[in-house]
DNA sequence: ATCGTGACGAACG
DNA sequence: CCGTTCGCCACGA
């Protein structure tokens, strides 16, 4: 299926290991600048199956934080994830952009 | 077709 | 840095 899902996973596919983008510049690189909101929404609808085909834990908020509400379980394993790339968060629990964005 | 919703974001105080 | 406010969007009930 075409829909906008498809095209923000294919999106986040593409971006590489240790590096990480947001939610807004995710719509920005899809032709949608203020659809952050709704890519989102995308990775939250993630099946149990796609989430091991796409990178998810490589979106996080323009501040640089994790930004998973609700479950705390998975916000954690982001975190994980991430830091296991070779990303590193400050004392505010946040990342470098210079050092970490993509694109 | 309408409406509520939420892994957003920029602007404020 | 932290919480609040308001605008925006695709999706599904």
């Not at 971006?15 to 240790?18: A, C, L, R």
């Not at 032709?31 to 203020?34: A, E, V, Y």
């Given at each position: 299926m075409n829909n906008f899902y498809q095209s923000v996973y294919e999106m986040a596919s593409k971006?590489?290991?240790?590096k990480v983008t947001s939610y807004g510049r995710l719509a920005v690189l899809l032709?949608?600048?203020?659809a952050a909101r709704a890519v989102g929404y995308a990775l939250n609808s993630l099946k149990k199956d796609d989430l091991q085909k796409v990178?998810?834990?490589r979106v996080i908020n323009s501040q640089g934080k994790?930004?998973?509400?609700?479950?705390h379980f998975r916000a954690s394993l982001q975190r994980r994830l991430l830091e296991e790339e070779g990303i590193v968060f400050d004392e505010n629990d946040s990342i470098d952009w210079d050092k970490f964005g993509w694109p």
């Open positions: 971006i590489p290991k240790g032709q949608s600048p203020r990178p998810w834990q994790i930004s998973i509400k609700g479950d």
